[in-house]
């Protein structure tokens, strides 16, 4: 006698597919890098709305905020490094999210393509080309910063909210 379950053969669909939000992001990122490195002189600002918005062509060997900027050199390989395993590491939560929780996939796919747009920079220059500079003043001006590093940033918050959000009521938003 041959027992049988009610088991689903169609595997559950998964979120892999938002990779291409990722795709863009890079895609983006290194457009506006080559763009800006084409037609702007290095730390010279470029008033787009005076007081709230500069471009100013920058460059950065560190992390965040100029982090370990000046480190010694092992921090491009030592960032690169880190960004393939944390990409790893989301792209296998990816993996195991359904295709339609994009709550989760989102945020996900665009600290992936920051990470990875950044990563390029790193590996190919040595350091990130950054050149959005907000809210300055010209005695203390805000850090530089560029798509990738946008996107990273907008995907890290709309994780913890999503996150927050769903403990607080169980349905996300």
Not at 18 to 35: E, F, H, N, P, R
Not at 79 to 92: D, E, K, P, R, Y
Request: glycine content about 8%; charged content about 10%.
């Amino acid at each position: 006698m041959v027992l049988s379950a009610a088991v689903s053969t169609k595997p559950e669909r998964n979120a892999l597919p938002w990779l291409t939000l990722s795709l863009l992001v890079i895609a983006l990122d290194q457009l506006t890098k080559w763009i800006v490195l084409s037609h702007l002189q290095p730390y010279q600002p470029l008033p787009v709305i005076p007081g709230v918005l500069n471009w100013t062509l920058a460059f950065n060997t560190g992390a965040a905020f100029s982090f370990l900027a000046d480190a010694g050199g092992w921090q491009r390989w030592g960032f690169s490094a880190l960004a393939v395993v944390i990409c790893s590491v989301l792209a296998v939560w990816l993996a195991r999210t359904p295709r339609a929780d994009w709550r989760s996939a989102l945020p996900l796919s665009l600290v992936i393509g920051g990470a990875l747009g950044n990563m390029i920079d790193r590996l190919r220059f040595g350091h990130v080309t950054d050149f959005i500079q907000l809210f300055y003043w010209p005695d203390q001006p805000w850090p530089a910063f560029n798509v990738a590093d946008s996107a990273i940033c907008v995907g890290a918050v709309l994780l913890a909210w999503f996150s927050l959000r769903a403990g607080k009521n169980g349905a996300g938003l």
